[in-house]
Nanobody, 117 residues
Framework: QVQLVESGGGLVQAGGSLRLSCAASGSIFGINAMNWYRQAPEKQRELVAG???????NYADSVKGRFTISRDNAKNTVYLQMNSLKPEDTADYYCNVVWGSGRRSSWAQGTQVTVSA
């Protein structure tokens, strides 16, 4: 079994910051990409940021310059530092990990981020 445990969500005022963490454990090996997605009410889930095992990152245009993704391979943990938060960043944030020789995909349970105006 693979477990992905998120932490760090919450309520923050616009302009504030939050840091999300996602730790992978269990029968997981060969982690490749680690990603953060989000889903706002009545909207489709979208990729926010991703980072490869080699540290290559990519971001949605809407968060470039404000969010930073990073990972600690020794801890199988991925982080999302979110600065200058806006009300439109309000969503459920999901950690996703691609791992194994067959590129399996596992998802965390989601953590809520609410940004008040």
């Amino acid at each position: 079994q693979v477990q992905l445990v998120e932490s760090g969500g919450g309520l923050v005022q616009a302009g504030g910051s939050l840091r999300l963490s996602c730790a992978a454990s269990g029968s997981i090996f060969g982690i490749n990409a680690m990603n953060w997605y989000r889903q706002a009410p009545e909207k489709q889930r979208e990729l926010v940021a991703g980072i490869t095992s080699g540290g290559i990152t990519n971001y949605a245009d809407s968060v470039k310059g404000r969010f930073t993704i990073s990972r600690d391979n020794a801890k199988n943990t991925v982080y999302l530092q979110m600065n200058s938060l806006k009300p439109e960043d309000t969503a459920d944030y999901y950690c996703n990990v691609v791992w194994g020789s067959g590129r399996r995909s596992s998802w965390a349970q989601g953590t809520q981020v609410t940004v008040s105006a």
